[in-house]
């Protein structure tokens, strides 16, 4: 089966947006993610999915934390800041909480060690064992078919009628 195929067919899942970022040497490093899941309550386990091809995935591996900040609707540009699809120069102005670096205004910041690490073709699963996270208001920005979605509640629907 070809890869377009493939990646066609799980583009058909629709996903929030996340950043994952982490700190090494006391310096940021954040990067856009979709691939990110609930794993587990008892202990309290997330999961996300780094491209062995990803810088990221060294930081991770060093820094042995991370924090999952998940994206809102209004933080479009921030998932394409860290998806490289906007060449930013300046450095972001992350928010700190817990000590490490997250999205300020993203609907959760959730704040993780390393629990597990597993390779998994070419990308590298970090089940994250969660320390703390918080939670904010708002409508998440949303992923589907390779494109930016916004959630539209019915109230939405029957204004626009």
Request: include cysteine; charge should be negative; proline fraction near 2%.
């Given at each position: 089966?070809?890869?377009?195929?493939?990646r066609?067919?799980?583009?058909?899942?629709?996903?929030?947006?996340t950043?994952?970022?982490?700190?090494?040497?006391?310096?940021?490093?954040?990067?856009?993610?979709?691939?990110f899941?609930?794993?587990?309550?008892?202990?309290?386990?997330?999961?996300?999915?780094?491209?062995?091809?990803?810088?990221?995935l060294?930081?991770?591996?060093?820094?042995?934390?991370?924090?999952?900040?998940?994206?809102?609707?209004?933080?479009?540009?921030?998932?394409?800041?860290?998806?490289?699809?906007?060449?930013?120069?300046?450095?972001?102005?992350?928010?700190?909480?817990?000590?490490?670096?997250?999205?300020?205004?993203?609907?959760?910041?959730?704040?993780?060690?390393?629990y597990?690490?597993?390779?998994?073709?070419?990308?590298?699963?970090f089940?994250?064992?969660?320390?703390?996270?918080?939670?904010?208001?708002?409508?998440?920005?949303?992923?589907?078919?390779?494109?930016?979605?916004?959630?539209?509640?019915?109230?939405?629907?029957?204004?626009?009628?």
């Amino acid at each position: 089966m070809e890869d377009r195929f493939f990646r066609n067919a799980m583009g058909n899942f629709a996903t929030g947006i996340t950043a994952i970022t982490t700190k090494v040497n006391n310096e940021a490093h954040g990067m856009t993610a979709n691939a990110f899941v609930s794993v587990s309550l008892n202990p309290k386990l997330v999961l996300v999915s780094i491209d062995n091809r990803a810088k990221m995935l060294e930081f991770i591996q060093e820094s042995k934390e991370f924090a999952i900040s998940l994206l809102s609707s209004d933080q479009k540009e921030v998932s394409m800041r860290f998806a490289g699809q906007i060449k930013e120069e300046s450095l972001y102005d992350f928010e700190v909480f817990r000590e490490m670096p997250v999205i300020k205004g993203a609907l959760a910041n959730i704040i993780c060690t390393v629990y597990k690490e597993v390779e998994a073709g070419d990308h590298t699963l970090f089940i994250g064992e969660v320390t703390d996270l918080k939670i904010n208001e708002g409508d998440p920005l949303l992923f589907f078919q390779g494109k930016y979605r916004e959630l539209i509640t019915n109230e939405q629907k029957i204004e626009s009628i």
